[in-house]
Every structure is written in structure tokens, then in C-alpha cells.
DNA sequence: GTAGATGTTATAGA
DNA sequence: ATCTATAACATCTA
């Protein structure tokens, strides 16, 4: 589910509601015990009586301050959600239950922290492929260096994305886009998008990229992924920001779960997936050399 | 019913 | 260096 943008815009989301807030319970499903580490107990104590100090995002990753030494990590994975309820009154709306935080916790609640206002924060997990842990400075700097440059920091140019690109020259470009060590936060969503503005084949091989087409791929990650966090996101399926609401640039998508349709762009392919690795990248044969 | 696919990532082995 | 298979898990579709 969540690529840099929808994580962004959760983060930007939960900022501003729980930075300060004092965490005064903590529970956890019993299946999803093992997902927040060695137990349940040490994760509570933890956080309960803690107050969250700062939020971050790097890549796909959430960061939640508890204090100098220590943090919360999260990542959501396929089908995670965090859902902040600001007040603990449960609204129905025409007899039926609506979306959002208001019938909250489902039956994917995995972990539930309560605030001392009353407030709760939800992380919810159909595939429960998400986490959450405790760590220290060292283990937080750890799982930090494991991801390369992010496309929206300001200093982040063309000589940058060139030396990535001399540095993986036999990847195939889809899978070149995907991996967080060398570009953080893109996924198969905005990887295949970056590639249709681009114009380049997501089978092509990295170091077979003309200059000119190397200046457009770098373009096109910056523009796909700004543009995608100003709509809020995408929603497939699964992704609420923190507020339960769904993103808006699935309608702005240009080839991903276009397969099989005529392609928006040059009005002759017909938009075509393949497999890629272990993963699905759609792509219209006719305008991406 | 059932095989295959789904927005992610880590790891082992070739 | 790069790729493949596999695994974590639940749900939906063809
Ligand atoms: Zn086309």
C-alpha cells in the first residue's frame, strides 16, 4: 500500500495531532504480539506514561520520538494503517457505520495507544506484514542506513541520480527504481508512473539509458512524487491517511492498474503488465522505448 | 473450489 | 553485482 507519498502525508497528518501528547495506555492484538518485539510487555512500558516528542518520515518509514535515547519505528508494509481518532465518541452516521475512525478498532486492529486526552491512534493491518519497535539511537541509526537518497530532498540533483545509476549498471531499470538503498520511498506504484512520464521501458537496462532519457527518469520521480504527495496520495485499496480519509491521485495514475486499457498518452498501445522480478510492472509498449 | 495476484521487504543461495 | 525463490499474511478475483 504506502509509498513515500501516502507515508508523508500520513506523517503530516499525525504531526500536528500527537506531538506533545502524553501515551497513557497501550494494547496489542495477540497475533501481532511478535510484530512489536521480544514482548508485549516491554512495549508497553515503553511508551505508557511516555509523551511523543517528534514525528519523522524516511522512506517508507515512520519515526516517532519517545526521547533522546529512545524511538518508535513503524512501517506499514502492504496493509498498514494509522488512523488517529481525536475524540473517544463514536459517530454513525445514517444508521450505518462509515468509514474512518469512528468505527474504530476493526477487526484489523493490531495495536491501539491510547492518549491522556482521550485521543487514540490506531495502526491497523489486514496482511499484518507491518511493524512497530522500540529502538535505541544506534538501532534507529541502523535501520536508517539502509536507505538511499530521498527524492524530494532539495539538494537532491542530476549528477546525484547519475552516480546511482553508475553505481547499479546492469539493473533493469524498474527494479533500479524500486530499491530503497539507492532512491528511498518509491514503490511499484510510482516506479511504473516515473517510467510512463519518462518514456522508458521498465525492462530496459539502466546503463542502456541515453542521457537525455537518464535527465527525463530523474524529472519525472521528482514531478510523480511531489504531485502525488500535494493529491494526498493514492488509494487502491487499503491506504486512509490519518485522519481515515482516502488519497486523491488515483486519479491523477497514468499506467499503474491501467493493464490492459488504451494508453492515455499515445492513444495506440494497449497499457501491458508483465513480471519483473517478483513484482508487476504495467507499461505501454508503444511510447516507452 | 482454487490458483494467482496485491501497494513491501529481508534473506539465502545461485 | 544481480537475480531467483521464499517467507511473512489475509483477502479478492478470475
Ligand atoms: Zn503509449
Do not use: W
Not at 496489542?28 to 518485539?37: L, M, N, P, Q, Y
Not at 520511498?185 to 511504473?192: F, H, M, P, V
Amino acid at each position: 500500500m504506502p509509498e513515500l507519498p501516502e507515508v508523508e502525508t500520513i506523517k503530516r497528518g499525525l504531526d500536528k495531532q500527537i506531538i506533545n501528547k502524553r501515551i497513557s495506555k497501550v494494547s496489542i492484538e495477540k497475533s501481532f504480539i511478535k510484530k512489536v518485539g521480544p514482548s508485549a510487555n516491554a512495549f508497553k512500558k515503553a511508551l505508557e506514561g511516555k509523551t511523543i516528542k517528534n514525528v519523522a518520515r524516511r522512506s517508507k518509514l515512520l519515526m516517532f520520538e519517545i526521547n533522546k535515547e529512545q524511538s518508535l519505528i513503524v512501517h506499514l508494509k502492504m496493509t498498514g494503517q494509522l488512523v488517529y481518532r481525536p475524540k473517544n465518541n463514536k459517530i454513525v452516521v445514517g444508521g450505518h457505520p462509515i468509514a474512518g475512525p469512528q468505527n474504530l478498532p476493526s477487526k484489523f486492529t493490531r495495536v491501539t495507544i491510547q492518549f491522556a486526552d482521550k485521543t487514540t491512534l490506531f495502526f491497523n493491518d489486514v496482511r499484518k506484514f507491518g511493524f512497530l519497535k522500540i529502538v535505541d539511537r544506534k538501532e534507529l541509526n541502523e535501520a536508517l542506513s539502509k536507505y538511499g537518497r530521498e527524492p524530494i530532498d532539495k539538494d537532491f540533483n542530476f549528477p546525484h541520480f547519475k552516480s546511482l545509476i553508475d553505481k547499479s549498471p546492469r539493473k533493469k531499470v524498474k527494479s533500479f527504481l524500486l530499491e530503497q538503498k539507492i532512491i528511498a520511498g518509491l514503490g511499484n506504484i510510482y516506479a511504473d508512473e516515473s517510467l510512463f512520464v519518462a518514456k522508458v521501458n521498465p525492462e530496459r537496462r539502466v546503463d542502456s539509458l541515453t542521457k537525455s532519457e537518464q535527465k527525463l527518469l530523474f524529472v519525472a520521480i521528482v514531478e510523480i512524487i511531489k504531485k502525488a504527495i500535494k493529491y494526498k496520495g493514492t488509494t487502491f485499496s487499503d491506504y486512509v491517511n490519518a485522519k481515515g480519509g482516502k488519497g486523491n491521485f488515483q486519479k491523477h495514475l497514468q499506467v499503474y492498474g491501467r493493464n490492459k486499457l488504451e494508453c492515455l498518452r499515445c492513444k495506440k498501445g494497449i497499457i501491458t503488465k508483465i513480471k519483473l522480478g517478483s513484482r508487476s510492472a504495467s507499461f505501454c509498449p508503444i511510447c516507452q522505448k
